[in-house]
């Protein structure tokens, strides 16, 4: 079964020449992580790509030295959040850059024992916050396989067994699997109380800390629509003591249209240890 694209010319462009050179443009003179720093897992945004695109590439770009054979996809649903998470059910993924090919051995370790994981089917067809991903992933690791994991309700205690689930995954295989973050920040405020709520966030994610984000978010302090996979992230790296985080890039989308009335906040962070 292929999962075709749904959002290829409207998030972002339908051809592959267009998206090389746009990719190539937002990162000609950006930095690589230091052969210091084992990548763990990135967060990166999901909106169009002439909005947070740049700040996505500059993550992707950032972790492109680094030999991963796998990405697991953790990205939140946008249609309905009535279930408490699904892995995709798809063999290979349609990108304008080709295809990508799913991890089977990984998706039988997170659907292992519960087969009714990989539902959502139609869910998953729709979702964009995965798709526009998958062409970065195909730039960047051309080779490498992914499962993707959409997470409907986005709260500690389902992202505590979704984290012991992913341990026992990525500890059950040899590859090397990085973990994807898919997740927009603030949402429709003026710039200067977006960036001070975003500022607020990436404090918070600094200190790997699930519990203070969630207090942050639950407060109101600050926003990530891809909160579910953040705590799920976070929760993984608990046990990981070495685990440190760093901000890759941050913008938002008033810099882009020059509106600063309503604006997203949009934000590449690593986990590395």
Known sequence: MIRRTSHAGS??????????AMINQWIAGEKVAPDSEKALALVVPHAGYIYSGACAAKGFHYISQQPFDSFIILHP?????????????????????????QDEELFDLLTKDNPDIANQIRYHEMEHSM??????????????????????????????????????????????????????????????????????FAEQFLTLDPEKLW????????????IGGILTLLYYVKEIPEAK??????????KVTGDNTQVVGYLSALVYR
């Open 131 to 200: 798709e526009v991903q998958l062409p970065f992933i195909k730039y960047f690791f051309p080779e490498a396989q992914i499962c993707p994991v959409m997470i409907g309700r986005p709260y500690p205690q389902v992202a505590m067994e979704l984290a012991q689930r992913l341990k026992s995954a990525i500890n059950g295989t040899e590859k090397r699997v990085g973990i994807i973050v898919s997740s927009d920040l603030s949402h429709y405020y003026p710039a200067t109380r977006a960036e001070r709520m975003d500022s607020v």
């Open 215 to 226: 207090h942050s978010i639950v407060s109101e302090s600050c926003e990530a629509c891809g």
């Open 11 to 20: 998030f972002y462009p339908r051809f592959k020449e267009q998206i090389i």
């Open 77 to 101: 649903s946008h249609q309905g959040i009535h279930f408490d998470y699904s892995v995709a059910p798809f063999e290979q993924y349609e990108t304008p850059l080709g295809m990508l090919n």
């Open 245 to 254: 985080a760093k901000v890759i890039h941050y913008t938002h989308s008033g």
